[in-house]
């Protein structure tokens, strides 16, 4: 049976074609900047087409696609995500997306599409109890309970990011305060550092940046402004080691589970060496001692949203 996985970033989609755990094929299209659903709709199309022809599909063997967005996903409707056109207000993607493709569409989130796949096919396999956290632009967190992916009572599950680490802290894109969002994702960073460098405060983050004629602060950016030994940023880092050490300690303590994975583009450019701190903050906070969990890095990198996705898409046919 051969399925067909999306994963729908800001900036890119990303198809890959599997069948059972083979991959047969990839593909990776532009995420339309502006316009309405209808275009981002229209890419999820022909990404599917495009795998399907790398992979030398026929249409008529694929069973099912799956789709990896983000926002939140109730019964294959999504809403509350802002950086895909279209995507704020609830609509239903599953049904619209079905229609141009003419197979079943399932769709997930894409946090827990990248956690499906480490679960799978990476970090996390073997493990009944899984918590993936992946730390990019914002924070995000999927769960595997009892060996399946848990997505909650309302599709809601997952929002890591959220957990709030520090009473009345720092403000989070979210709008709400001291989330762990507010200081681990990359976006909260540079707005950070944007308003530290405004009010004084020196930083070569931004030299970095127009160095390498970035259009924003990516990963990238803020692991080079680290290894300069860039002061205000080391700073900002401290607080996000020291947030999503919070965050993940008080999520084991509730669930009590085997592995914790840490990835995402801020995570995985920041090294081992993030992650090995982020763990030394997780420890003395535990509730079992000796802890038995580690955080560990997440093995499939940008392709573990596509991978899920098709996955989730083959476990619901």
């Not at 399925?3 to 890119?12: H, N, V």
């Not at 763990?279 to 392709?303: E, I, M």
């Amino acid at each position: 049976m051969v399925t067909i996985g999306l994963d729908l970033g800001g900036g890119s989609v990303q198809a890959i074609a599997m069948e059972g755990e083979e991959v047969l094929g990839e593909a990776r299209l532009k995420t339309p900047a502006t316009g309405d659903r209808t275009a981002v709709l229209d890419v999820l199309a022909a990404a599917v087409h495009q795998v399907r022809d790398v992979g030398g599909v026929a249409a008529d063997d694929v069973r099912a696609v799956g789709v990896g967005t983000p926002g939140v996903v109730i019964d294959g409707t999504v809403g509350g995500t802002s950086n895909v056109p279209g995507f704020l207000e609830r609509f239903a993607l599953a049904d619209l997306l079905q229609q141009r493709v003419e197979r079943p569409v399932h769709v997930v989130n894409d946090v827990s599409a990248a956690t499906i796949a480490e679960h799978r096919l990476g970090a996390g396999a073997g493990t009944e109890h899984l918590l993936c956290v992946f730390a990019g632009t914002g924070v995000g967190g999927g769960m595997i309970l009892g060996g399946r992916p848990y997505l909650g009572s309302s599709g809601g599950a997952g929002e890591f990011g959220h957990m709030i680490v520090r009473q009345g802290g720092a403000v989070c894109p979210c709008g709400r305060r001291g989330c762990v969002e507010a200081y681990a994702g990359r976006r909260a960073i540079a707005l950070a550092a944007e308003r530290a460098h405004a009010d004084g405060r020196p930083t070569v983050l931004f030299d970095v940046m127009a160095e390498h004629q970035e259009e924003r602060v990516t990963s990238g950016v803020v692991a080079e402004a680290l290894a300069r030994g860039d002061e205000l940023v080391a700073d900002l880092v401290d607080e996000a080691v020291g947030a999503l050490g919070a965050g993940i300690a008080a999520a084991v303590n509730l669930l009590d589970v085997e592995a914790v994975v840490l990835g995402g583009g801020l995570s995985d450019r920041l090294g081992a060496a993030f992650r090995t701190r982020v763990d030394a903050v997780v420890r003395p906070l535990l509730f079992l001692q000796p802890p038995q969990v580690q955080v560990t890095g997440a093995a499939l990198g940008a392709r573990a949203g596509g991978l899920g996705a098709a996955l989730h898409a083959a476990d619901s046919t």
